[in-house]
T-cell receptor
C-alpha cells in the first residue's frame, strides 16, 4: 500500500460525457502528479501540483483540467470524452517538488469510454 | 520532448535465467529511476541513480547509469516468478521542474 488513494477504481462512461477522478496523496506529501497510461503511449505525464499551485504541465489536453485543494487532495476533470481517452489514470505524490524524490503511485482509475 | 526507449518490449524466460533490459535516450537526464508495475497496481520505485557510471545493487538486481547519463540497464540474476512485471525506466529532465519522462516499459514474464 503506497498510501495514495484514488477513486473510482473503474469508470465506464459514454463519449461526450464528463468525469472527475479523485486522489488523496500520502500524508505529508505536498506534490501531486497525474499520469495517463495506455498500451500504445505508455505512462504520459499530464500535470503536477505543489501545495495547491500548478508547477509543471505535460501532455494534458485542453479538455482536461486539474486542481489541488487546501487539504492537498487533487481532482482531474476530463470533459467531452472521446474513445481515445480510455486509459489508466494514475495519481502519484512525493514530498518534494524537485530533485530525485520517489514518486508514490496510487492503484489508478481505469476509464473506459464507450 | 525527451524520449526513453526501452528494450526488449517483451521478455519471457524460465526461472533461474539471467536477463538484462535496457533504457536508452539521445537526451541527458539529471537522474534515472526504475519502477516495477504489477497488474492492477501502480508503479513502485526500485532504485534511483544520479551519477554517470553509477552502479547500484538491490539483491539480485543490478542497475547501471551510463557515463553520459543518457542510458541505463537493469540486470536480474537468477530470475524468479516473483520478478514478473512491467519494468519502467523514468528520466528526470535537466533544468525542468522535475518532470519524469517514462519509457513504455519491458514486460517480463518469469515462468516456473
Amino acid at each position: 500500500d503506497s498510501g495514495v488513494t484514488q477513486t473510482p477504481k473503474h469508470l465506464i462512461t459514454a463519449t461526450g460525457q464528463r468525469v472527475t477522478l479523485r486522489c488523496s496523496p500520502r500524508s505529508g506529501d505536498l506534490s501531486v502528479y497525474w499520469y495517463q497510461q495506455s498500451l500504445d503511449q505508455g505512462l504520459q505525464f499530464l500535470i503536477q501540483y505543489y501545495n495547491g499551485e500548478e508547477r509543471a504541465k505535460g501532455n494534458i489536453l485542453e479538455r482536461f483540467s486539474a486542481q489541488q485543494f487546501p487539504d492537498l487532495h487533487s481532482e482531474l476533470n476530463l470533459s467531452s470524452l472521446e474513445l481515445g481517452d480510455s486509459a489508466l489514470y494514475f495519481c502519484a505524490s512525493s514530498v518534494v517538488t524537485g530533485g530525485t524524490g520517489e514518486l508514490f503511485f496510487g492503484e489508478g482509475s481505469r476509464l473506459t469510454v464507450l | 520532448t525527451q524520449l526513453l526507449e526501452q528494450s526488449p518490449q517483451f521478455l519471457s524466460i524460465q526461472e533461474g535465467e539471467n536477463l538484462t533490459v535496457y533504457c536508452n535516450s539521445s537526451s541527458v537526464f539529471s537522474s534515472l529511476q526504475w519502477y516495477r508495475q504489477e497488474p492492477g497496481e501502480g508503479p513502485v520505485l526500485l532504485v534511483t541513480v544520479v551519477t554517470g557510471g553509477e552502479v547500484k545493487k538491490l539483491k539480485r538486481l543490478t542497475f547501471q547509469f551510463g557515463d553520459a547519463r543518457k542510458d541505463s540497464s537493469l540486470h536480474i540474476t537468477a530470475a524468479q516468478p516473483g520478478d514478473t512485471g512491467l519494468y519502467l525506466c523514468a528520466g528526470g529532465e535537466v533544468g525542468s521542474n522535475y518532470k519524469l519522462t517514462f519509457g513504455k516499459g519491458t514486460l517480463l514474464t518469469v515462468n516456473p
